[in-house]
């Protein structure tokens, strides 16, 4: 089985800063690319930011100057910097992970439960 699960959401004020993480655990042979989503209320699911297997990342317009995408491949995670936010920002983060199982020819895509990240003051 594989499991993926994100932490670090929380309450911040406007102009703040947090770090999500987003772990990936289980049965993996390898992981493609991660991904942070988010969801505010109301709306639906968007990307925020993607990045593949190699590092390179890809960013939406309002992501862009404001949040970074890393992952640590080691350690099957990934994490997402969160500066300068605000109200609007706030919303339920999710992280999904193309992942390949151990014994399986191809990758699925998993998604995190989800953390609630509010930005009010």
């Known amino acids: 089985q594989v499991q993926v699960v994100e932490s670090g959401g929380g309450l911040v004020q406007p102009g703040g800063s947090l770090r999500l993480s987003c772990a990936a655990s289980?049965?993996?042979?390898?992981?493609?690319?991660m991904g942070w989503y988010r969801q505010a209320p109301g709306k639906q699911r968007e990307l925020v930011a993607g990045?593949?297997?190699?590092?390179?990342?890809n960013y939406v317009d309002f992501a862009k100057g404001r949040f970074t995408i890393s992952r640590d491949n080691s350690k099957n995670t990934a994490t997402l910097q969160m500066n300068s936010l605000k109200p609007e920002d706030t919303a339920v983060y999710y992280c999904s992970a193309r992942i390949v199982p151990i014994g399986s020819l191809w990758s699925n895509e998993y998604w995190g439960p989800g953390t609630q990240v509010t930005v009010s003051s």
């Open positions: 990045i593949s297997s190699n590092g390179i990342t």
């Open positions: 289980g049965s993996i042979f390898s992981i493609h690319a």
